[in-house]
């Protein structure tokens, strides 16, 4: 049975403190070799561009297979920021130089790699022993023609993380089973919980949720179409759900019930420290983050219960370009690092959900409990979660800048801006990013 314990936070720690050098560099050095990598001497060396926390670093797996290949040498820089990771990386592919061996691709951009940069990446179809791999994390970044760009890491199935100590000064239930009963199975129920809060909340200024994007995004990537129908025809604007969506989100927002902290963005780290909200929706690989940011003095108050609905928020691929000097020495790197026993190891230590149906059944990941989240047993929370996620996942050329520019725009609603004149100038710009 895994538990995540310190190295996580070791783990988290180190990408902290490169931070400010990952982004300054994204997502390769600034000399006009094609890649990094090449054999010297007798000796390959293999460069990687990644991004946030995953896992393949801070886990200790690039020394495990240097060890076991000493003839390989591994060199990964990873951004803090994957925006700024990713257009670092399209102007360096549009350029043709400045790229690493291996980039790690998020899946909120995939389908824009597979539709106009298929032709950059190596392709993966006819690559044995990969075919353990969830059915619709494949086809996520695999083309038309049957090319597979890449092969997954981790997967976002989702979650609700809450203040133990809050909940019981508003007189809520704390049990992690009681508290997923307030909400089971509609959101609404959650943003309702949300209004009993902030009546009853004895303790100071503390928000019930960290801001309605979160809400928002957890809702939208609960349906097998959010921004694009499976023709790739943009429904932003005409999906129910994702008006379903903006308006429980905004809903949120008016009734102050945020911190107006989004995630990951200036501020939000802070909160956590601070304890200024009392519930965030997380997928797996965001728990991690929390248990760093959070701190040691909130070890224990924070807990994990189910979400009202399953969702796939997040994930991520590791592709290998296809004019690296050391393509197939990358592939195999790559097939090794996203095999079951590997994405097992990552997700005992650090929380990020396996991508493969063989890990997702390894009874250390069933088992695994999360010592900061109050022993939380996450392996049987996101995996059940998993299993809830919609088999069918429609992706967009653009889904990763339209998600960005809805959390901009329900911003704006916390900021006291109407919700019509902010849905008004959210379509706008997402049709004027899209083009």
Known sequence: MGSLGSLRTRAVAAVAATGALALVVGCGSSDDSVTGGGKKDGKTTITMGLYGVM???????????????????IKAEIAGDEQTYYTALQTRLAAGKGLKDIQGIEIGRAKEITETQSDKFADFSEMSGTDHFLPWKESQISTEDGKVLGLGTDIGPMAVCYRKDYFEKAGLPTDREEV??????????????????????????VAYMDAASGLFNAMVYG???????????????????????WNLAADAGEDGLTAKLRQFQPGWDPG???????????????????????????????????????ANWGGSFLGVIEQSPVKEEAKKLVAWLTAPEQQAHI?????????????????????????????????????????????????????????????????????????????????????????
């Open 347 to 435: 997700f005992k230590e650090i929380g990020n959900i396996p991508s493969s149906r063989q890990a997702l059944e390894n009874a250390d990941v069933k088992g695994a409990k999360s010592e900061y989240f109050s022993d939380a047993p996450i392996g049987q929370i996101f995996g059940a979660a998993a299993q809830e996620i919609p088999d069918k996942q429609v992706l967009g050329r653009k889904d990763g800048t339209i998600k960005d520019t809805f959390s901009q725009g329900l911003a704006l609603i916390e900021q006291g801006t109407s919700r019509d004149e902010a849905w008004q100038t959210t379509t706008e710009r997402v049709e004027k990013a899209v083009g």
């Open 272 to 310: 956590l420290a601070n304890g200024t909200f009392a519930t965030a929706v997380c997928p797996a690989w965001m728990l991690s983050h929390i248990s760093e940011k959070a701190g040691e003095a909130n070890k224990g108050k924070w807990d994990v219960a189910r979400a009202p609905k399953g």
């Open 180 to 205: 997923a009963k307030l909400w089971e199975g509609d959101w609404n129920k959650y943003v309702e919980v949300g209004r009993t809060f902030k009546k009853d909340f004895k303790g100071g200024d």
């Open 55 to 73: 896992g393949i670093k801070e886990t200790g797996l690039l020394e495990q297979y240097e060890k076991e290949n000493p003839d390989v040498d």
């Open 223 to 245: 349906y097998p179409e959010q921004y694009y129908n499976d023709k790739g025809e943009l429904i932003h604007d005409k999906n129910p759900a994702v008006k379903e969506a």
